[in-house]
Nanobody
């Protein structure tokens, strides 16, 4: 059974940085390496929105709000995908979810940015 576990969230002041991690278990490294992985976020009372995704060969795409501040990367040897978030702002406060392919989701990690 595939499981995704996020970590790295927390409370940070505006302008600060956080790095989120998502470890996939129950999946081989070979399958993980060709699976598109994504980060989404959901703020209170709002819909869940795509932040960034990375394809199996490393192609990346970012939401407009993430461009220039966030970097998605992956370590296929560790079945892990990362989201480096810099210059965080209060509007980045949300629960951040990892998605694997189209079917698998993590439980989310809270990111809170204080002004």
């Amino acid at each position: 059974q595939v499981q995704l576990v996020e970590s790295g969230g927390g409370l940070v002041q505006a302008g600060g940085s956080l790095r989120l991690s998502c470890v996939a278990s129950g999946i081989s490294r070979g399958i993980f390496s060709i699976t598109t992985m994504a980060w989404h976020r959901q703020a209170p009372g709002k819909s869940r929105d795509l932040v960034a995704y990375i394809g199996g060969i490393g192609g990346v795409n970012y939401s407009d709000s993430a461009k220039g501040r966030f970097t998605i990367s992956r370590d296929n040897a560790r079945n892990t995908v990362y989201l480096q978030m810099n210059s965080l702002q209060p509007e980045d406060t949300a629960v951040y979810y990892c998605q694997g392919g189209s079917a698998y989701w993590g439980q989310g990690t809270q990111v809170t940015v204080s002004s």
